[in-house]
Nanobody, 113 residues
């Protein structure tokens, strides 16, 4: 499996971004998927998950602000991020749940005024 993330950038506090993840190498619709993030000098953490049939879950820090969703026909997953905070600054990665496939390059999100 391969993962390509894009859509990051520099945004002011309170702003929004939509991240995209393109998945290849397997049948996307069969896999639970997740967005992770890694802030400088911190371990990678799980941010949001979606099952193969679209059930979602979020870490408390992003609940009510982030929305994870997927388009199985396009092998693509998204993360809509609203009301961004400086503490959301991180490199964001997507990955399927449970595999040991290599990680993608991630996409940098910087929230700063």
């Amino acid at each position: 499996a391969q993962f390509v993330e894009f859509g990051g950038g520099l945004v002011q506090p309170g702003g929004s971004l939509r991240l995209s993840c393109v998945f290849s190498g397997r049948i996307f619709s069969l896999y639970g998927m997740a967005w992770y993030r890694q802030a400088p000098e911190k371990p990678r953490e799980l941010g949001a998950t979606t099952t193969s049939n679209g059930r979602t879950d979020y870490r408390d820090a992003v609940k009510g602000r982030f929305t994870i969703y997927r388009e199985n026909a396009n092998n693509t997953m998204y993360l809509q991020m609203n009301s961004l905070k400086p503490e959301d600054t991180a490199v964001y990665y997507c990955h399927d749940i449970g595999s040991v496939a290599p990680w993608g390059q991630g996409t940098q999100v910087t929230v700063s005024s």
